[in-house]
Nanobody, 115 residues
Framework: VQLVESGGGLVQPGGSLRLSCAAS????????MSWYRQAPGKERELVAG????????DYKDSVKGRFTISRDNAKSTVYLQMNSLQAEDTAVYYC?????????WGQGTQVTVSS
């Protein structure tokens, strides 16, 4: 299993970023995919998730209406569109999948929201 995130960077408050996670090594279209984040000094937290078909999504309350998770099963890629970014969204963002009894993580991509 390999998960490779991209798309992070520095953005001003109110700005937008789109994160991507390219997956390989498992049958992507069969699995629930998630985005987590971890800010300095804080625990890793679930931000959003999407079921295998893409027909249902889940969000952390604080990002509802601002973030959108989506997936392209043909490309084995999951996305996180982040709008109206706030300083509190600053964190390392990780793509995640639970395969069997193991949770797998990507290397993470840094998102910094600052003026």
């Amino acid at each position: 299993v390999q998960l490779v995130e991209s798309g992070g960077g520095l953005v001003q408050p109110g700005g937008s970023l789109r994160l991507s996670c390219a997956a390989s090594g498992f049958t992507f279209s069969r699995y629930y995919m998630s985005w987590y984040r971890q800010a300095p000094g804080k625990e890793r937290e679930l931000v959003a998730g999407i079921i295998s078909t893409g027909s249902r999504t889940d969000y952390k309350d604080s990002v509802k209406g601002r973030f959108t998770i989506s997936r392209d099963n043909a490309k084995s890629t999951v996305y996180l569109q982040m709008n109206s970014l706030q300083a509190e969204d600053t964190a390392v963002y990780y793509c995640s999948v639970r395969v069997g009894v193991q949770t797998r993580w990507g290397q993470g991509t840094q998102v910094t929201v600052s003026s």
